[in-house]
């Protein structure tokens, strides 16, 4: 595993998954993280389709924390989030994937920069990954994923697509 990994919560997972898009995890970030938490968050649901696609995935690794009591110190958030942050600044993290708006508040106390789905999204476009984000966003939504109206404007407005 690399020295200052890239971690990831659950939602952005779940979107990308839902997008039949993991590997571009893969394609920007080479191997990105995910503490156990989160794996069990997200074979929470479909769990063979989901299993199945970690393990075509192997970019996607998951681990413990060296001290689990680390994540305590989150208590406002679920134990995936706190996990994340644990495990984040644990290593020195150089990238955290978080969509929840608490979960990034507590990210921006500790000073670790992060990105969320739509972010990922913006940054596969710019490096050519994909062509266009409009009719990603869409199917997101179709899929029950929750994308302020805002948030949705300033992504098409990033991406040249309005």
């Known amino acids: 595993m690399?020295?200052?990994?890239?971690?990831?919560?659950?939602s952005p997972l779940v979107a990308l998954w839902h997008l039949d898009r993991l590997s571009l995890l893969r394609d920007l970030y080479t191997?990105?993280?995910?503490?156990?938490?989160?794996?069990t968050e997200f074979l929470g649901t479909k769990k063979k389709s989901r299993q199945e696609a970690l393990n075509n995935a192997p970019w996607i690794k998951t681990g413990d924390l060296a001290d689990s009591e680390k994540?305590?110190?989150?208590?406002?958030?679920?134990?995936?989030?706190?996990?994340?942050?644990?495990?984040?600044?644990?290593?020195?993290?150089?990238?955290?994937?978080?969509?929840?708006?608490?979960a990034r508040q507590e990210v921006l106390k500790i000073g670790l920069p992060f990105i969320g789905t739509v972010g990922i999204l913006l940054e596969a476009k710019e490096e050519g990954l994909i062509g266009e984000i409009k009719p990603l966003l869409i199917t997101l939504q179709e899929k029950g994923i929750y994308?302020?109206?805002?948030?949705?404007?300033?992504?098409?407005?990033?991406?040249g697509e309005i």
């Open 2 to 10: 690399p020295e200052n990994p890239v971690i990831s919560n659950n």
């Open 71 to 102: 994540a305590s110190v989150y208590d406002r958030l679920d134990s995936g989030e706190a996990a994340v942050l644990a495990l984040a600044n644990e290593h020195e993290t150089r990238l955290v994937i978080i969509d929840e708006k608490k």
């Open 31 to 39: 191997e990105v993280w995910i503490p156990q938490e989160v794996e």
């Open 147 to 159: 994308l302020d109206e805002s948030l949705i404007t300033y992504a098409l407005g990033e991406a």
